[in-house]
């Protein structure tokens, strides 16, 4: 009996409430949703004849191979970590970013070392060889075994894939990307999820690791990395400011290792660069003896990090004070605020104020509380927190001093960059290693941390 090939069919389903329409609707007829309907191809399995049965294989888990998992180091220190350990055979990881962050750059940089052992095939959709040759001779990065190919369709690029069989493929961006059979343009949710489970068929029976960069689009016109998380194995997120040359790669998937890692690199005329030491980035150039900076001790993903916040606050020029920050959650400010005016008798009603995080980067740990209400009494007062001080710890709504978590690493961090006095919530000083090289006192209140830090163990 022959096989009668899969039919595909083009289907509108709502993201939403999940109905599905043979017509696409700006509002969903159902859940009143607006623009929540797109285009889905739906490809309906062989029909069985009649009276035939699937089975799957059930296995019991000790029978079962886990085969070899071969890992490839991309030369990169810091995107082998995010990783778990470097690039795992067969998997298909994706690396989310605003347009313009150095998603190609890094990429492209990682081809110089992959490219001395394995073949490599870069697909881009945005760019023609020769501006790609251009940045490549600008990031030396040079070698027999990198293969361009500058094409949108996605069945061409596959094609290619299956005649070349390269090692590692890269996919810039999926954005860009266009398979036949979807009638939506490039870069809609549809397109964008059906090129990537095409790629992920195709990747997934050759066994080739594939990284593919998906643009994050705040507008909504373009589809972002978000549908199709669920079908990568591993997905990072380059983050950081534009406009400062910091960049943090962040790992929110992992199938082949832990979720807790960022790469910290800097965006350089030669590419992006690995930064080891990230907490003497973030503190170079630190101005000493002003008011309105503490340094803070945050811990991103596994690694301790030191970074110096900053607090302005002067009287409010006409009608309401502005509140502003910049690396930190404005919502998380006004509570300071309130705590600090109720709490502990400070006052900022007809004051504006501004809080900054130094270095473009965007710290959400409750630990960061207490150096944020330390720089703005400062700012206040018009004192300076000695240089050597440091502080972390989360602030309560009655003022107290909330305990926080790894506080032995951040005091070694904090140690290793030559500060002396630490400030961390009561309730850890128990678990705290004791050091020679610093000392580390205890607060439960914010108005106890600010007169702790003054004081600089003089009083
Ligand atoms: P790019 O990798 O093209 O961004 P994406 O692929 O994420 O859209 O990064 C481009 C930016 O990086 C661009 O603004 C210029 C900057 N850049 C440098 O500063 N130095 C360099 O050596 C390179 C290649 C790029
Ligand atoms: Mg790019």
């Given amino acids: 009996m022959p096989v009668l090939p899969p039919k595909t069919k083009t289907i509108y389903e709502c993201s939403e409430c999940g109905s599905e329409f043979t017509k696409w609707y700006g509002k969903c007829p159902n859940c009143d949703a607006w623009n929540s309907v797109a285009e889905k191809v739906q490809i309906s399995a062989a029909p069985l004849a009649t009276g035939q049965i699937r089975r799957g294989t059930v296995q019991q888990i000790n029978t079962i191979d886990p085969g070899r998992q071969t890992r490839y180091s991309t030369g990169m220190q810091e995107l082998d970590r995010v990783l778990g350990g470097g690039i795992v055979r067969g998997g298909l990881m994706l690396i989310g970013g605003d347009p313009g962050i150095g998603k190609s750059t890094l990429l492209l940089q990682i081809c110089a070392h992959l490219g001395r052992d394995h073949k490599i095939l870069y697909v881009s959709g945005e760019e023609s060889e020769g501006q790609i040759k251009l940045r490549a001779d600008r990031l030396h990065v040079a070698g027999d075994n990198l293969y361009i190919l500058c094409e949108n369709d996605m069945d061409t690029i596959l094609q290619a894939v299956r005649d070349e069989v390269p090692d590692i493929l890269i996919v810039d961006s999926i954005q860009t990307m266009n398979l036949a059979e979807v009638t939506s343009a490039s870069g809609s949710v549809a397109q964008v999820r ?177 150096p944020v209400a330390i720089a703005l009494i400062s700012g206040l007062k018009d004192t300076v927190i000695p240089a050597g001080c440091v502080a972390f710890g989360e602030v309560g709504l009655t003022g107290e001093i909330r305990s926080v978590s790894n506080v032995d690493q951040r005091i070694s961090e904090a140690a290793r960059l030559g500060f002396k006095r630490i400030i961390v919530p009561h309730h850890n000083l128990k678990s705290v290693t004791p050091r020679q090289d610093v000392v580390v006192v205890g607060v439960r209140t914010v108005r106890e941390a600010y007169e702790e830090m003054q004081s600089d163990g003089q009083a």
């Fill in 194 to 370: 059906e090129c990537t489970a095409a790629i992920m068929r195709t990747i997934k029976q050759m066994d080739i690791p594939t990284f593919i960069v998906g643009h994050v689009n705040k507008d909504g016109a373009i589809a972002g990395p978000k549908v199709m998380e669920h079908i990568v194995d591993c997905v990072l997120y380059f983050e950081g400011d534009r406009h400062s040359s910091y960049r943090l790669l962040r790992c929110v998937k992992n199938r082949y290792g832990s979720t807790n890692e960022i790469g910290v690199f800097e965006m350089g005329d030669g590419g992006l660069e690995e930064v080891e030491n990230p907490s003497l980035m973030l503190l170079s150039g630190r101005p000493l003896n002003v008011s309105g900076s503490c340094v803070a001790c945050t811990i991103e993903g596994t690694r301790p990090m030191l970074a110096e916040v900053q607090g302005l606050v002067s009287p409010t020029g006409f009608g309401n004070p502005r509140r502003m920050s910049t690396g930190f959650d404005s919502n998380r400010l006004s509570l300071i605020l309130a705590v600090l005016e109720k709490k502990a008798g400070f006052f900022f009603s007809n004051l504006d104020v501004y809080v900054n995080v130094v270095g473009g980067l965007w710290l959400d740990e409750p630990a960061v509380d207490l």
